[in-house]
């Protein structure tokens, strides 16, 4: 355990020296690596996404590809394409940007839902299938997505089967006082693209082995459990959390624990991670939503829930 947490260290303070007093959003980036999750980062323009998602691909010493979303985008823009080679007599396919080990989906709610969907069969089984043959991408595997607010112009929302492929929604929000200024002065650290990789592949494929063994007693389970189910019976819920979402969540957790130099689970590796991990995967039903003053959003049915589900002790 104490070789892990030395590397999860090593790597938040590798990307925090980009992305400037914000330790709490750092923490959860690096949870979704090392529990084999994909990141949707969704915030305003300009707050750091796209920064926070290029730090932690610098911060591995593996092959980055930056796609940058847009409406005229095909899906055979990411994936890639089969052509005919006249000296060999046969068709050769010929990989898209998304055969990489960390991907960042700039802006990718900037494309159309048919580009959108072509990350499905990747994200969520690491392979990609065209014309009746299919190539596995490298390991480790990470989409790092970042995404505006719906209610800006000329963005497609993500369907419900393409949001419950991440593992974590990030929200960055804006900078405290101090630290902007720290970035106005030119004190903040350097760009992503200059940050040394801090972690090699074989120890991200280790870090990934390592939280799988943290233990989880049966009472953190049953509070798993408690919380996903009070979803699908919630009145403010239209959509609970599925399955995946359950799975989603204690692979997120016992990466929490593994950060912490734990190999068993708390109630507060659940508690903690559950707006980040559920929040994404749930519908506020149409009579408590809205953009007025007092709607309700999913983050606040989701904390409405964890207030209501009695914590193990």
Not at 16 to 37: F, T
Request: glycine share 8%; no cysteine; aromatic share 4%.
């Amino acid at each position: 355990m104490g070789g892990s947490t030395e590397i999860i260290r090593r790597l938040e303070e590798s990307v925090g020296r980009s992305l400037v007093g914000k330790p709490q959003v750092v923490r959860l980036a690096v949870i979704g690596l090392v529990a084999r999750g994909h990141l949707l980062i969704e915030d305003v323009p300009g707050v750091g996404k796209t920064t926070l998602a290029a730090a932690l691909a610098h911060s591995i010493g593996v092959a980055f590809q930056r796609i940058q979303f847009t409406s005229d985008m095909l899906p055979s823009d990411v994936l890639g394409v089969t052509v005919w080679e006249p000296k060999s007599g046969e068709f050769v396919f010929k990989p898209g940007p998304l055969f990489t080990n960390v991907v960042l989906a700039d802006e990718i709610n900037r494309t159309t839902p048919k580009t959108q969907s072509a990350l499905l069969e990747a994200m969520n089984e690491g392979q990609v299938s065209l014309d009746h043959s299919t190539y596995p991408l490298p390991r480790p595997f990470m989409v790092l997505a970042t995404q505006n607010p719906r209610e800006y112009e000329g963005t497609f929302p993500l369907p419900e089967s393409q949001l419950d492929r991440f593992l974590l929604r990030i929200r960055i929000g804006y900078p405290a006082a101090a630290d902007e200024k720290a970035v106005l002065r030119g004190d903040a650290a350097p760009l992503p693209a200059g940050l040394p990789p801090v972690v090699l592949a074989e120890e991200v494929l280790g870090l990934q082995e390592a939280a799988e063994r943290v233990r989880a007693e049966e009472s953190v389970l049953d509070y798993l459990v408690s919380l996903v189910t009070a979803t699908r019976r919630s009145p403010l819920l239209a959509l609970g959390v599925s399955p995946r979402g359950s799975l989603a969540l204690l692979r997120a957790a016992r990466a929490r624990a593994l950060a912490d130099g734990r190999d068993y689970l708390l109630p507060d590796d659940i508690k903690d991670l559950a707006t980040a991990a559920l929040a994404h995967r749930v519908i506020v039903k149409a009579s408590l939503a809205g953009s007025t003053t007092g709607g309700m959003d999913a983050e606040s049915a989701i904390t409405a829930i964890l207030q209501d589900v009695p914590v193990p002790r």
